[in-house]
């Protein structure tokens, strides 16, 4: 019985970052999450006690996925300019959790605000690990990062993934200088 359940509250997640990804928040309805997973509204309140509980794990669920294909490129000499290219790399392999993850996160909502805040000391530490944790530098490393990505999803990933890391590389320098 668990286990049934542990696998349709996994379909919805799935299907909210699907159905996000291609509708946005605003179209992915309790209905249209239910159809795409193919499930009953029944099963989604067995799981969630809202939309908002469901986005709060969808959002969760593509962060730590990111963060954990992310950290193999983390390494080597030049760890900033590889977690870079790991992260820019997933977003362009995955737009749907990308989208979901940069663009259709509702930062009005106070769980999704402070994961929103836990993903950017993440990142922080991820692109400036030099400078002193949760700093300034930190936020504003993250900070730039994130626009970028925004930005580059927004438009389509029309920029070639090389240009990308290379305009975000000079801002996570200057980080790591300014801790």
């Not at 159905?19 to 029944?42: H, M, P, Q, W, Y």
Request: charged letters at 25%; a positive charge.
């Amino acid at each position: 019985m668990e286990a049934r359940q542990a696998e349709r509250r996994d379909r919805l997640i799935m299907a909210a970052i699907h159905v996000s990804a291609r509708t946005g928040r605003d179209g992915a309805t309790v209905a249209a999450i239910c159809a795409e997973a193919g499930l009953t509204a029944r099963y989604f309140y067995e799981s969630f006690a809202n939309r908002e509980a469901l986005f709060l794990a969808a959002f969760s669920r593509v962060q730590d996925e990111l963060f954990a294909r992310i950290a193999p490129f983390a390494t080597g000499r030049d760890r900033v300019k590889g977690a870079l290219t790991g992260f820019f790399s997933m977003l362009a392999e995955h737009p749907g959790p990308a989208r979901v993850f940069l663009v259709e996160l509702d930062e009005t909502e106070p769980a999704m605000k402070e994961l929103g805040r836990a993903a950017s000391a993440r990142f922080g530490a991820l692109f400036a690990p030099e400078a002193p944790p949760e700093s300034l530098a930190q936020a504003g490393v993250a900070g730039a990062v994130v626009q970028i990505a925004r930005r580059w999803v927004r438009g389509g990933f029309t920029e070639k993934l090389e240009e990308v890391v290379a305009t975000a590389l000079p801002f996570a320098r200057a980080g790591a200088k300014a801790g």
